[in-house]
């Protein structure tokens, strides 16, 4: 597989393993927003977003202090 391809592939797969990891699981952020993860966006900008049910807006995942146990 040519080297772009693949690198695409291995993004799009970590991206589905974030999603498994992380919709519909309570968490809870370094500004002290807590809920569920709602929806997972990746943005050209800034990378890897969160929506959280309850919260207008759209978080990067890195402010996440605490994630549901699994």
């Known amino acids: 597989m040519p080297t772009v391809k693949l690198r695409a592939s291995t993004i799009l797969s970590e991206f589905e393993q974030t ?5 519909g699981k309570a ?3 370094s500004d002290g927003k807590a809920g569920t ?3 997972i966006w990746l943005d050209e900008m800034h990378g890897l977003r969160i929506s ?3 919260h ?3 978080w990067p995942v890195s402010t996440i202090k605490f994630v ?3």
């Open 56 to 58: 207008e807006g759209k």
């Open 52 to 54: 959280i049910r309850g």
């Open 19 to 23: 999603q498994t990891e992380l919709v």
């Open 27 to 29: 968490v809870v952020l």
């Open 37 to 39: 993860v709602e929806s």
């Open 68 to 70: 549901q146990p699994g």
